[in-house]
Each structure stands twice: as C-alpha cells, then as structure tokens.
C-alpha cells in the first residue's frame, strides 16, 4: 500500500511511500510524518551553527 508523508516542519506533502510491510500505526492512520529534504538541512545547519543554544538552561 501507500503511505502518504507530509513533512512534520513546513507541512508540505511529500511523494507518497510504497510500504509493503507497514507497521499497524501506519496502518491506521495511512500517513506518515517525516521531514523533507529541504527542512532536514536547515535542522542540521541550525544545530551545527549554534550549539551553544541548546546548552543554555531554560527559566
Ligand atoms: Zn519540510
């Protein structure tokens, strides 16, 4: 069967995956959530670029 992705950071749809052992989540939604290729960079370069961010507390 297909499986639908939509992009969980832009919202985009992305081409639909052909999935012959989907698992039951899948299965029960017929959509998966991933990220594309475009937002998977920027999350790389924005993590590469301040990793200082991430080490600050939050309060
Ligand atoms: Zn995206």
Redesign the pocket.
Known sequence: MLIARI??????SLPPKECKDPCSEMLVNAVTHT??E??FEKAMQELNSSPAKNNKPKE
């Not at 992009?7 to 985009?12: A, E, K, L, N």
């Open positions: 992009c969980s950071w832009c919202g985009r990220i594309c475009e937002c």
